[in-house]
């Protein structure tokens, strides 16, 4: 077959197939470019975002950890991300959103700072995340999934130094595992995150050591 031929089955192939959806990364650029009277909101995101909701949030949450925020932003930014997490675990397949959270709003700045700090790594993510390796009962899996980043995003709202970017990233790194259905992203944020709860364990438990021996 030549590679002409091949290219038109392929694209024959797509369009039987339907639109594809946009990736998140190409969403959050979109709000981030985005200039009218209000700022975006989480509803205008989750109505975006669609199916994926709980992915991308975890993904935007998660990632809100990397750019620069005022003193106390994380626990603010965190209290929704423990709302997203937590509707996974008890095995919600939608996501539900209070009055308050859906109107919280997100400044186009804010998005456009995380989008050139972190939209790389999740373009790069996107292109290379596929589903493979995906363990079966998926609804188990996803219930463990949200127990876990319930607890990482817990300690993101602790307003102490180091507790909010390891933890953060992890669970963005599982949203973007639970988009695709990829087994293998899912191992690197389980190992990200224990991780990070270790080093944590270390450095707070070796304080209050020390602290303890000065008494």
Same mark, same amino acid.
């Given at each position: 077959?030549?590679p002409?031929?091949?290219?038109? $089955? ?6 039987r197939?339907g ?7 190409? #969403?959050?650029?979109?709000f ?5 009277? %209000?700022?975006? &909101? #989480?509803?205008?995101l989750?109505? =975006?975002?669609? &199916?994926?909701?709980?992915?991308a949030f975890f993904?935007?949450?998660? %990632?809100?950890? +990397?750019?620069?925020?005022p003193p106390?932003a994380? &626990? $603010?930014?965190? !209290?929704?991300? #423990? ?5 996974? =675990? !008890? ?22 700072s ?5 939209? /790389?790594?999740?373009?790069? *993510? ?16 996803l219930s ?10 817990? @300690?993101?709202?602790? /307003? ?9 990233i992890?669970i963005? @790194?599982?949203?973007?595992a #639970?988009t ?9 944020? *389980? ?20 602290? +303890?021996?000065?008494?």
């Amino acid at each position: 077959m030549s590679p002409l031929a091949f290219s038109r $089955i392929r694209r024959e192939f797509r369009r039987r197939k339907g639109k594809r959806q946009r990736r998140i990364s190409a #969403i959050l650029r979109a709000f981030s470019n985005r200039r009218t009277a %209000s700022d975006p &909101t #989480i509803e205008d995101l989750s109505l =975006a975002f669609d &199916t994926r909701a709980f992915g991308a949030f975890f993904v935007l949450f998660g %990632s809100l950890n +990397l750019v620069p925020l005022p003193p106390g932003a994380s &626990t $603010i930014f965190g !209290l929704p991300l #423990i709302l997203f997490t937590l509707q996974l =675990a !008890l095995g919600r397949h939608k996501v539900w959103l209070p009055q308050r959270v859906r109107k919280i709003s997100l400044k186009p700045e804010t998005l456009a700072s995380l989008m050139t700090r972190i939209g /790389p790594f999740i373009r790069r *993510a996107e292109r290379l995340a596929r589903h493979r390796l995906w363990p079966q009962p998926e609804a188990m899996l996803l219930s463990l999934v949200g127990w876990v980043c319930l607890f990482l995003a817990l @300690i993101v709202t602790i /307003p102490f130094p180091l507790t909010n970017m390891a933890p953060g990233i992890a669970i963005a @790194i599982a949203g973007i595992a #639970i988009t695709a259905r990829d087994g293998l992203w899912l191992i690197a944020a *389980a190992i990200l995150g224990l991780a990070s709860v270790l080093f944590l364990v270390g450095v707070y438990g070796g304080a209050v050591l020390a602290l +303890l021996h000065m008494f």
